[in-house]
């Protein structure tokens, strides 16, 4: 059977057909239903060529749509943490494979530039908004199914916004306590999408991917002279000393440089502790290796540490679809399990259903017991 032809003339090698249609496959459903759905082998597939058109087509159309939510957060002044906009892929939905003992490995999609809500505009444009809402419900719902044996997090994010993803990250490593979860780059985990992602009990990077960025920062746009080329001459009325602390409308002084490097250095404390605590390693380690701040291929990432290994994420599903796997992964994670002590987190308040909570220290102790034996 010949390749498949894309839009652009291209084509895929014969040897790569099955992964691909596989991919398009699960985008397909989830454009025409809103719906979670169960992914076996005997499911039809659908006319790859076409899709792929339309694919290409919102992945452009997001594309333009992040870069405008790039630039309005800077004019905005609030700390992000992506390193750059990417034009994204069309968003995986939240999938279930079923597993040689009549579990599912769960498949959660992590996509676009994330922020604590969606986007309205991604909203209309099909991508999913980029909201951790979305993911955070989708983490709960497969930790609270007793038939879900394993979680994998399908990471394509650049990074984004750094409100709500400490939060994330706490609950992430509290769903690792109860069951595997792998976080795959496919193919980007930048920045907060990889402060997330390190949480996960495994870090997989799909052999083309990037992953890192860690850091922060945030940007300050002074349009004074701009503005003044224009004949505009901007007046603020204020109450509160530094209620426009940082407005674009004049150089940025000491003081106002000193309160906005405090917040960027309170996160970038934040974002280190956490991956120090889910790789499992001291954070002095984290603030001078792992890329500091710049992004790595899969192999290199996988030399600093960043990662564990270099898949695809169809194959880490179904790697983790055996219990075998998800054995070895859970005697490997033993030891973050002793040393992570339990954190007192209250449960978010829009909860609905049980949400995993972190082990007691008996607990603790008879898991490992059994994870030993």
Known sequence: ??????????????????????HLQMDAKFYTSSKSHELTVEDEYIDTAILASVLEVKGRVLAIVEELVIGLSHLHGRPITATRTLEPTAKTPN???KGADDTHVAVIPLKGVLRPGPSLLGLLFGGGGGGLAAFRSGMREAAADPKVSAIVMDVDSPGGFVDLIPETAAEIRS???EKPVVAVANTTAGSAAYWLASQASQVVASPSSEVGSIGVYQIHENISDALAQQGIEVTIIKAGKYKVEGHPFAPLDSEATDAMQADVDGY???????????RGVDQTDVRSGYGEGRMLL???AVKAGLADRVD???????RLAHPGARAALQHADAEALQTDPPEALEPPSDVIVDVP???????????????AG
């Open 1 to 22: 059977m010949p390749a498949i032809p894309y839009s652009d003339g291209a084509n895929v090698p014969d040897a790569d057909r099955s992964g691909v249609k596989s």
């Open 268 to 278: 970038y404390d934040m974002f280190t502790a956490d991956v120090a605590k889910g």
């Open 95 to 97: 999938g279930r494979v």
């Open 298 to 300: 899969a192999q290199r």
């Open 175 to 177: 769903i690792r306590a």
């Open 357 to 371: 909570r972190r082990l007691t220290s008996e607990e603790r102790d008879r898991v490992l017991s059994a994870l």
């Open 312 to 318: 695809t994420l169809g194959n880490t599903v179904k």
